[in-house]
């Protein structure tokens, strides 16, 4: 506002300037003019003259003329005495500054001439810039270098718009920088361009579940689901999964996630404290009680006698239709009869948790060797499809053997 106020100020003065001068020039009646004006005032006398001789009302008609005549050359001005000065040239001078002044700054006010010397200053910075944000033992990047390498990519990606590698590093640009349409759109355009990318579809699904938008949410919800089919151990995967699962208010599919974690994450995991208190959070605000299902299993003391000290009990619960287990748990062989407790930590996976279920049926499996899949000579045995509750007792008797 002050510029153009100063613009106003500065084009009010240069007016005046210019305009003073000429509206202050004298006004003058040229010499032409006048002799002209005296030569028809002489032709209309001598007229008048011819008509009062005529009428008898003059008689000395020749004196008249010669006064007439004299009168003329008295009133002949002088042409050196009426000759205007012209205007000085420089009189105009303060005011052609001036406008020059307010042109040039009206140029770099609009012009955009900062703005083209920031972009070719961040064009020149764009190698090193690249340089330190892929290489973690160099200096990292301010706010306002990272704002400049976002300037940059978006230059490039005009020349090079199929450059997958630049759109993502622009996605994450605009997650740094809180700046959500910019990821959002530069996360589409990489998941259009590569879409069974794992590292693409991962941001993709991330900036979709930062989204406010709910239908962004359900999108990015269905994307996940499909990359724990093809990977349920994934630690990002589920990391994500289980926030936006959170944030959508289911809990039990967020709780399945993190206990899946837990189970994946080594022992000495510092991430383990924070997921145990994550599902502790989400037990408390869903209400739920850790509902459990609790089995008796029993075996021949013949059978006991012959199975070697590595064998290893294997438990699994499925929903009584599809084979794929709802849960598993493995534990070490013990003395007969044994009591399992298992739960929706022991889900495979986080949307299909035990304590949905209406109804299970479960197996358990002595292995020789500790393999997951069923060998020649195992021994197993199975309960019967059995409706599921929090208060649920199931008794088993291992009595079959792998043929």
Same mark, same amino acid.
């Given at each position: 506002?002050?510029?153009?106020?100063?613009?106003?100020?500065?084009?009010?003065?240069?007016?005046?300037?210019?305009?003073?001068?000429?509206?202050?020039?004298?006004?003058?009646?040229?010499?032409?003019?006048?002799?002209?004006?005296?030569?028809?005032?002489?032709?209309?006398?001598?007229?008048?003259?011819?008509?009062?001789?005529?009428?008898?009302?003059?008689?000395?008609?020749?004196?008249?003329?010669?006064?007439?005549?004299?009168?003329?050359?008295?009133?002949?001005?002088?042409?050196?005495?009426?000759?205007?000065?012209?205007?000085?040239?420089?009189?105009?001078?303060?005011?052609?500054?001036?406008?020059?002044?307010?042109?040039?700054?009206?140029?770099?006010?609009?012009?955009?001439?900062?703005?083209?010397?920031?972009?070719?200053? !961040?064009?020149? *910075?764009?190698? %090193?810039? $690249? @340089?330190?944000?892929?290489?973690?033992?160099? &200096?990292?990047?301010?706010?306002?270098?990272?704002?400049?390498?976002?300037?940059?990519?978006?230059?490039?990606?005009?020349?090079?718009?199929?450059?997958?590698?630049?759109?993502?590093?622009?996605?994450?640009?605009?997650?740094?920088?809180?700046?959500?349409t910019t990821a959002t759109q530069a996360f589409s355009h990489a998941y259009q361009l590569a879409p069974n990318e794992p590292e693409v579809a991962l941001g993709y699904a991330e900036v979709?579940?930062?989204?406010?938008?709910?239908?962004?949410?359900?999108?990015?919800?269905?994307?996940?689901?499909?990359?724990?089919?093809?990977?349920?151990?994934?630690?990002?995967?589920?990391?994500?999964?289980?926030?936006?699962?959170?944030?959508?208010?289911?809990?039990?599919?967020?709780?399945?996630?993190?206990?899946?974690?837990?189970? !994946?994450?080594? *022992?000495?995991? %510092?991430? $383990? @404290?924070?997921?145990?208190?994550?599902?502790? &959070?989400?037990?408390?605000?869903?209400?739920?009680?850790?509902?459990?299902?609790?089995?008796?299993?029993?075996?021949?003391?013949?059978?006991?006698?012959?199975?070697?000290?590595?064998?290893?009990?294997?438990?699994?619960?499925?929903?009584?239709?599809?084979?794929?287990p709802v849960a598993v748990k493995q534990l070490p062989l013990g003395h007969f009869p044994v009591k399992v407790s298992l739960s929706d930590a022991n889900a495979m996976m986080p949307e299909?948790?035990?304590?949905?279920?209406?109804?299970?049926?479960?197996?358990?499996?002595?292995?020789?060797?500790?393999?997951?899949?069923?060998?020649?000579?195992?021994?197993?045995?199975?309960?019967?499809?059995?409706?599921?509750?929090?208060?649920?007792?199931?008794?088993?008797?291992?009595?079959?053997?792998?043929?």
């Amino acid at each position: 506002m002050a510029f153009w106020l100063i613009v106003l100020v500065l084009l009010i003065i240069a007016a005046a300037l210019l305009l003073v001068p000429v509206l202050r020039q004298p006004q003058r009646d040229l010499p032409e003019d006048r002799d002209r004006l005296n030569t028809r005032f002489y032709h209309q006398r001598l007229k008048e003259l011819e008509q009062d001789e005529e009428q008898g009302v003059v008689a000395e008609r020749q004196v008249m003329i010669e006064e007439l005549q004299q009168n003329l050359l008295s009133d002949v001005p002088d042409a050196q005495a009426e000759r205007a000065e012209p205007l000085n040239r420089w009189v105009l001078l303060p005011g052609v500054v001036i406008l020059v002044l307010i042109s040039v700054g009206f140029y770099l006010k609009t012009g955009g001439l900062a703005q083209v010397q920031g972009w070719n200053l !961040v064009m020149s *910075e764009m190698p %090193s810039l $690249r @340089e330190r944000v892929m290489n973690e033992d160099k &200096q990292p990047l301010t706010m306002e270098e990272i704002a400049r390498l976002g300037l940059g990519l978006r230059t490039e990606l005009q020349t090079d718009p199929r450059n997958v590698a630049d759109w993502v590093m622009l996605g994450r640009i605009g997650m740094a920088l809180n700046n959500a349409t910019t990821a959002t759109q530069a996360f589409s355009h990489a998941y259009q361009l590569a879409p069974n990318e794992p590292e693409v579809a991962l941001g993709y699904a991330e900036v979709l579940t930062r989204s406010n938008d709910p239908e962004d949410n359900k999108q990015a919800a269905d994307m996940l689901g499909n990359m724990m089919a093809r990977n349920h151990q994934d630690v990002r995967v589920l990391s994500l999964l289980a926030f936006n699962a959170f944030e959508q208010g289911d809990y039990k599919k967020a709780i399945g996630a993190w206990e899946m974690m837990l189970r !994946v994450l080594p *022992e000495n995991d %510092s991430r $383990r @404290e924070v997921l145990k208190r994550s599902i502790e &959070q989400a037990k408390a605000q869903s209400g739920e009680d850790n509902t459990q299902l609790s089995v008796t299993i029993n075996l021949s003391p013949d059978v006991e006698r012959q199975l070697p000290p590595t064998a290893v009990l294997v438990v699994s619960v499925t929903d009584g239709v599809a084979p794929i287990p709802v849960a598993v748990k493995q534990l070490p062989l013990g003395h007969f009869p044994v009591k399992v407790s298992l739960s929706d930590a022991n889900a495979m996976m986080p949307e299909r948790l035990l304590s949905a279920q209406k109804q299970v049926k479960v197996r358990a499996r002595i292995s020789r060797d500790g393999l997951a899949n069923p060998q020649p000579g195992d021994w197993f045995g199975e309960s019967a499809v059995m409706p599921y509750n929090k208060e649920s007792q199931i008794s088993l008797q291992i009595d079959h053997q792998v043929p």
